[in-house]
């Protein structure tokens, strides 16, 4: 008599045989399905590559727009984020502590202040940004360019 831990085991090995796949025609038929799976690739490999600068997707982004938008507010990242106020602040902390932004007086309204990326925080963004460039690239590359430059634009029409 076999074990539950023999059952299991040979259910396993059933898994990837032919004829025991199942149908996902229904599924694959749906934009966040296929969405959320493309998501799973590709942040899969985005993590992977990103431990080793010390980054998560949502710290990239904000790092990214700040290198792009010096002197951006927590109000103006928040709303382009889609990032709750107080999940930023944590953020902004964090990636305060380890150097990589500072807050400055913005110039035009006395009431906000504006965030800058420190010469750490530069070059970070700068090394990160070629990884994300390059990590894109690898797991986009069964598209041409032309192709990868429609689903981009197609995903957008989705959410914008």
């Not at 150097?99 to 970070?124: F, K, S, W």
Request: net charge positive.
């Amino acid at each position: 008599m076999d074990s539950p831990r023999q059952k299991r085991s040979a259910q396993d090995n059933t898994a990837g045989r032919p004829g025991d796949s199942l149908d996902t025609r229904m599924l694959e038929g749906l934009v966040g399905y296929n969405a959320r799976r493309t998501w799973l690739a590709i942040s899969t490999v985005f993590s992977e590559r990103m431990a080793a600068y010390g980054l998560k997707q949502v710290d990239f982004s904000v790092l990214s727009l700040l290198a792009h938008n010096p002197g951006a507010t927590s109000r103006q990242l928040c709303a382009t984020l889609d990032i709750q106020p107080p999940n930023l602040v944590s953020l902004i902390s964090t990636m305060d502590g380890r150097g990589l932004i500072e807050r400055r007086p913005h110039p035009h309204d006395g009431r906000a202040i504006g965030l800058h990326l420190t010469a750490a925080g530069v070059q970070l963004v700068q090394d990160a940004e070629q990884t994300v460039i390059e990590l894109e690239q690898d797991a986009s590359a069964r598209l041409t360019t032309r192709e990868r430059e429609t689903l981009i634009r197609l995903m957008q029409k989705v959410y914008r």
